[in-house]
């Protein structure tokens, strides 16, 4: 049958709702007024702090009342297929002639992820900002919750950034700690105050201040005690939340300190790594000692999960996880090449991960997890959500 073409007189509208709203926070977009049966791509474009480009589309076809769900119907092609409503975003990848190895992550946390969505007549695969739209409109993803506020942290040798949120509280506390890239990462702690959590984004680990190396237990029982003793935080609700390396301080934290007693952990990509006083030392010498285990892949990028398993092998380099007196969530990906975190991890709950469909997938799902064990655990009735 012959596909419906656009006419003079048409007007496509297109919506996204909510248009400002928080990055774990479904949209719909929709558009409206296109004639039955018109191919048209869906099509989303972002413009990062790192000044690369970023993309995303759907092929889809309009039904007969001229509507297309990015919710409700099927994607033919694209970055995604199938019925995906979150697909525009979650399957953003850098646009053809974009720099190599590049991250898409936001670190200013007090402006939002902006993201243009169009509309184009016909299945297109590229050459979208060469185009014109039939029509566009704009989206704000934020981690910040209205209210929620941003404070430094430079306080008894500690760095970082407390996130509260709005309110007098008290609320729940979370002591948050990122991985060996080092540096301070806060969205996750905005987004965490914006859930109604108290959250210490912790910086130990700077690029080209090897100082920081030297810092080992009493730097983060510091760190602890600056956020259990703020006013805003209940004193005997603090968990610890930690990533990849963060999760190995998290365990040692919560399984040697005698100074730390978090009321529950959650710890991504991690492992229950022993290591001594000096957190950061200790592990790089326990790796070095198998560094010839750590092999290349096709891209010749490193792979040192065979490292990691040779480490389990021994009972000396496991922390002693029956110290540990709270509650712990572990999340990790099936096919982490990185460090054998299901191995670590086959005595507790886990969750999978993998390529970008299912990582995403995984994600999502884990998030909500979180937030419900956060909830089970720091919180003992229901507290109010903020909203944008």
Same mark, same amino acid.
């Given at each position: 049958r012959r596909l419906a073409t656009m006419s003079q007189t048409c007007s496509p509208y297109l919506s996204a709702h909510p248009a400002r709203a928080l990055v774990d926070e479904k949209i719909k977009v929709l558009v409206e007024n296109l004639p039955p049966g018109l191919p048209v791509t869906l099509h989303s474009l972002h413009h990062s702090e790192d000044k690369d480009y970023w993309e995303a589309f759907g092929h889809y076809v309009s039904?007969?009342?001229?509507?297309?769900? #990015? #919710?409700?119907?099927?994607?033919?092609?694209?970055?995604?297929?199938?019925?995906?409503?979150?697909?525009?975003?979650?399957?953003?990848?850098?646009?053809?002639?974009?720099?190599? #190895?590049?991250?898409?992550?936001?670190?200013?946390?007090?402006?939002?992820?902006?993201?243009?969505?169009?509309?184009?007549?016909?299945?297109?695969?590229? /050459?979208?900002? %060469?185009?014109?739209?039939?029509?566009?409109?704009?989206?704000?993803?934020?981690?910040?919750?209205?209210?929620?506020?941003?404070?430094?942290?430079? %306080?008894?040798?500690?760095?970082?950034?407390?996130?509260?949120?709005?309110?007098? /509280?008290?609320?729940?506390?979370?002591?948050?700690?990122?991985?060996? /890239?080092?540096?301070?990462? %806060?969205?996750?702690? #905005?987004?965490?105050?914006?859930?109604?959590?108290?959250s210490l984004a912790l910086e130990y680990l700077t690029p080209n201040e090897l100082e920081l190396a030297e810092f080992g237990f009493s730097y983060f029982e510091t760190a602890f005690h600056i956020l259990q003793e703020h006013p805003r935080v209940i004193p005997d609700r603090v968990g610890l939340f930690g990533l990849s390396l963060g999760s190995i301080v998290a365990f040692s934290l919560a399984a040697e300190s005698t100074l730390v007693k978090p009321s529950c952990c959650v710890c991504v990509s991690g492992s229950h790594v022993s290591?001594?006083?000096?957190?950061?030392?200790?592990?790089?010498?326990?790796?070095?000692?198998?560094k010839e285990l750590i092999r290349l892949d096709e891209n010749n990028y490193e792979i040192w999960k065979d490292m990691s398993l040779e480490i389990l092998k021994k009972t000396q380099n496991r922390i002693d996880v029956g110290k540990v007196n709270c509650p712990v969530l572990l999340i990790n990906g099936c096919d982490d090449q990185n460090w054998a975190v299901m191995e670590y991890a086959k005595d507790v709950s886990l969750h999978w991960g993998g390529t970008t469909k299912p990582h995403s997938d995984a994600q999502e799902d884990s998030w909500r997890k979180t937030l419900t064990f956060l909830q089970q655990h720091l919180y003992s009735n229901p507290t109010p959500r903020a909203k944008m």
């Open positions: 039904d007969h009342r001229g509507v297309v769900s #990015a #919710a409700d119907d099927l994607s033919f092609g694209g970055t995604y297929r199938g019925k995906e409503d979150m697909g525009l975003l979650w399957s953003m990848r850098p646009v053809p002639g974009s720099r190599k #190895a590049l991250r898409l992550r936001k670190m200013d946390v007090c402006s939002p992820f902006l993201v243009n969505i169009s509309v184009y007549s016909g299945h297109v695969t590229d /050459g979208f900002m %060469e185009r014109a739209p039939l029509a566009a409109t704009l989206i704000e993803r934020w981690y910040m919750a209205p209210g929620v506020r941003r404070i430094d942290v430079r %306080e008894r040798g500690v760095k970082g950034t407390l996130f509260l949120p709005p309110g007098p /509280g008290p609320y729940p506390g979370l002591l948050d700690m990122w991985g060996g /890239g080092g540096g301070l990462i %806060e969205y996750r702690s #905005a987004l965490l105050a914006s859930r109604g959590y108290v290591t001594d006083p000096n957190i950061q030392r200790s592990f790089i010498s326990i790796m070095s000692s198998h």
